[in-house]
């Protein structure tokens, strides 16, 4: 193979040089490599330099178009032989599998260990394969994103006529009573409160990933499409896991109720024309203070 190679890469050599061409065309391949005469001078007899690689390199550069011919050509895959006859091994496509983190494992990071069954060579000759489990360890960062890739290469099953395949893991988050991750690194929630809690304030109690108590006091009227945010609660962020993180995202499921009694509907009734008469009250004191500023 590498005699054929050589081969043609000098005649590529002779087939682009318009001089060579000529001579080769009118007198052949003793005349180009004797010499001849020309319309002014002898002819120099053209000799070749013996490397293929080079005259790939000198017309093509490292964008030549046989840059994978030439990878094949000095790295030459390994070969096998069977009763059949010889081959090339060829690697197998990689193995894909989804790695399911809690969040609680996503928030504090460390190492996931996960264990793989592969068929392995058992002795010296190569000739005999069995199964064997092995345990691979994967480093997780603290607020590590979804669909991270982590590969282990050639972890996959050994043979006489292939090249074990790499093992890449692909992170996923593992559904949480609680959480669920928001864009990157934010956490949200979405609470459950009565209609009164709405109108009248909360105490949200949250257990946070890494097991604090948060208590977050809300006096706003909730309304359907409100959200509480509170900074620096959600997963850190990888870039600088010990000092920046996410928000948790609060939003909230208000539940009303099913049937009122005329006397309850006749309390809300009293209720809100009360609060508007409050609105009223404060629309006026608010226009009171605009006047007064300027007229000052």
Do not use: W
Not at 226 to 250: F, H, Q, R, S
């Amino acid at each position: 193979m590498k005699k054929i190679f050589a081969l043609i890469a000098e005649a590529y050599e002779v087939l682009v040089d318009h001089k060579r061409r000529a001579v080769y065309d009118q007198y052949g391949e003793e005349g180009l490599k004797s010499g001849v005469p020309g319309p002014t001078d002898f002819i120099q007899p053209y000799t070749y330099h013996g490397d293929p690689l080079r005259t790939f390199h000198e017309f093509f550069g490292t964008s030549n178009p046989y840059a994978d011919l030439l990878d094949y050509y000095e790295n030459p895959p390994p070969m096998f032989e069977s009763p059949l006859g010889k081959g090339y091994k060829e690697k197998d496509p990689t193995i894909v599998r989804p790695l399911a983190l809690s969040l609680e494992e996503v928030y504090k990071g460390g190492l996931k260990k996960m264990k793989i069954q592969r068929l392995v060579f058992t002795n010296e000759t190569c000739s005999e394969l069995k199964l064997r489990e092995k345990v691979l360890s994967i480093p997780i960062k603290p607020g590590m994103y979804p669909k991270t890739q982590v590969r282990f290469k050639g972890e996959g099953d050994q043979g006489p006529t292939r090249i074990p395949a790499d093992v890449m893991f692909v992170t996923e988050d593992r559904p949480h009573d609680t959480f669920i991750r928001s864009g990157l690194s934010d956490l949200l929630t979405v609470q459950t409160i009565t209609l009164q809690e709405a109108l009248c304030g909360v105490t949200i109690t949250l257990t946070t990933l890494d097991a604090r108590t948060l208590r977050i006091k809300i006096t706003d009227v909730i309304t359907p499409t409100y959200e509480k945010i509170v900074e620096d609660e959600g997963l850190p962020i990888p870039a600088c896991p010990t000092k920046a993180k996410g928000n948790l995202i609060i939003r909230f499921r208000i539940v009303f109720p099913e049937y009122l009694s005329k006397r309850s509907k006749k309390a809300f009734g009293d209720a809100f024309k009360i609060m508007q008469d409050d609105e009223e009250r404060f629309q006026k004191m608010d226009c009171g203070t605009l006047g007064k500023t300027t007229n000052e």
